[in-house]
């Protein structure tokens, strides 16, 4: 056990661990090109917060399918998923991306609507 009580398993990550690191790597990078959306709809700039959208879309689709993925081997009975505080907090990055997707569309609509 470290110093710090926290126990060290070694370098090497197992499946669920990198599993719940390529969910918070993605999705963590999609909540920035929502947030950047709305900065430039705010902007006046409503096509460009759209692509940026479209593009935090792409990404937020990979880290969705690797949740997706452990739901399903959990379903299936195949491994273990151990509730982790790596898995919850992978799960609460998708939840906070997946709201700011919806947010940046409405902020978009409204900033667009303000502007006609």
Request: proline share 1%.
């Given at each position: ?10 370098d ?6 990198e599993?719940c ?13 929502f947030i950047e959306?709305?900065?430039l709809a ?13 593009e935090?879309?792409?990404i937020f689709v990979?880290?969705?399918g690797?949740?997706l993925g452990?739901l399903?081997?959990d379903?299936a009975?195949v491994?273990?998923t ?15 991306a997946?709201?700011f997707r919806?947010l ?6 409204l900033y ?5």
């Amino acid at each position: 056990m470290a110093e710090n009580g926290i126990q060290n398993s070694g370098d090497d990550m197992g499946p669920m661990e990198e599993a719940c690191f390529q969910i918070i790597a993605s999705v963590g990078a999609a909540k920035s090109m929502f947030i950047e959306a709305i900065g430039l709809a705010k902007e006046g700039k409503f096509d460009e917060a759209r692509k940026k959208v479209d593009e935090g879309n792409d990404i937020f689709v990979e880290g969705h399918g690797v949740h997706l993925g452990l739901l399903q081997q959990d379903a299936a009975g195949v491994g273990s998923t151990n509730v982790s505080l790596l898995l919850v907090h992978s799960e609460d990055q998708l939840m906070q991306a997946e709201s700011f997707r919806i947010l940046a569309n409405e902020f978009i609509d409204l900033y667009e609507r303000v502007a006609k």
